[in-house]
């Protein structure tokens, strides 16, 4: 699931949710929206 930030560059789900991780946050979900279109909710609590 690639993440783009307008002219930038894509970003996989799996990047996306490494570096949340890595960052220290407890959990995160990647949600498919349509079919362009994804998102990822990074959870800072226990959950």
Request: hydrophobic share 55%; no cysteine; net charge negative.
């Amino acid at each position: 699931m690639p993440i783009e930030v307008g002219d930038a560059l894509d970003f996989t789900g799996a990047e996306f949710r490494d570096w949340w991780l890595e960052a220290g946050v407890a959990r995160v979900e990647l949600l498919p929206l349509t079919a362009t279109a994804n998102a990822a909710v990074a959870y800072k609590g226990a959950g």
